[in-house]
């Protein structure tokens, strides 16, 4: 399930808790803090996202848990893989997607 406040900025993802790995929760969240600041919300929904997002399982993130890639077009988080799934990879790169179509990016 996802809850989203646009005015206040604030996206709240419930995740069922046998999936998601508590340890993510702190970098997950400064991953998400970041890309807010990037986007600005409109008011309707557009047609095209701001930013596609994609999240996948990966071996090789050194001591990290998760890093993510910006670029104009996307976000592409990487996350240890011993901490999610395929399906709740797939799960939040669907949600993020569909969350930034509420967006446009800032100009810097």
Same mark, same amino acid.
């Given at each position: 399930m996802i809850n /989203?406040? &646009?005015?206040g900025h604030l996206i709240v993802a419930y995740v069922d808790e046998m999936q998601f790995d508590p340890a993510l929760k702190l970098p997950m969240d400064e991953i998400s803090t970041t890309? /807010?600041? &990037?986007?600005?919300?409109?008011?309707?929904t557009r047609p095209?996202?701001?930013?596609?997002v994609r999240v996948r399982r990966s071996g090789e993130l050194g001591h990290e848990l998760a890093v993510a890639e910006f670029s104009p077009g996307g976000i592409?988080?990487?996350v240890d893989k011993t901490l999610m799934s395929e399906d709740l990879?797939?799960?939040?790169?669907d949600a993020g997607t569909m969350i930034s179509r509420d967006y446009i990016r800032r100009t810097p």
């Open positions: /989203l406040t &646009l005015a890309a /807010l600041n &990037l986007l600005q919300p409109v008011g309707e095209v996202p701001a930013l596609r592409t988080i990487g990879a797939t799960f939040l790169s």
